[in-house]
């Protein structure tokens, strides 16, 4: 089982857990700081056992590693930013996508929402928070000394 693991010099490593005649050990594979296509290729030609590429972006995500996107979400992220933008596609393109893809589900007003923010600079979306943390100090304070009214749990005789 490969996982990876946050150093303190704020690299990370990419190990495997192996099998010994007096236990269980765990070998570095790759040391990393982004993890990229070819840190994992690196670390799958060292690993004793096949590398499944998708457990080991979410282990780099939860060690909190910065994890580079495969070619195919980068590309579907920069289309639908210039989306976002106004761009168009021909409608056989479209049709294409929609063919390759196979699925009919829509996206949720969340992912909607958030894929306004997909291509925008990390100083646009900081921004965006401040603005966004401005207006919270604008709204009014809460009343205090007003308990919270929640219904009865005893059956109401109207």
Do not use: C
Not at 15 to 21: D, I, K, Q, W
Not at 62 to 79: F, H, K, Q
């Amino acid at each position: 089982m490969a996982f990876v693991t946050a150093r303190a010099s704020g690299r990370f490593e990419l190990r495997e857990s192996v099998r010994t005649a007096t236990g269980p050990r765990s070998r570095t594979l790759a040391t990393f700081t982004r993890l990229t296509p070819d840190v994992v290729e690196r670390a799958r030609a060292r690993a004793r056992r096949p590398l499944d590429d998708d457990a080991v972006r979410r282990s780099a995500r939860r060690a909190g590693a910065s994890v580079e996107d495969s070619a195919a979400n980068a590309a579907a992220a920069r289309l639908l930013a210039e989306i976002g933008n106004g761009g168009t596609l021909r409608p056989v393109l479209t049709r294409l996508l929609r063919a390759a893809i196979g699925s009919p589900e829509a996206a949720t007003d969340a992912e909607r929402a958030a894929g306004a923010w997909l291509g925008r600079s990390l100083a646009e979306r900081g921004l965006a928070l401040r603005d966004l943390l401005d207006l919270t100090d604008h709204l009014p304070p809460a009343k205090r000394g007003t308990a919270l009214g929640y219904p009865s749990l005893e059956a109401r005789r109207d």
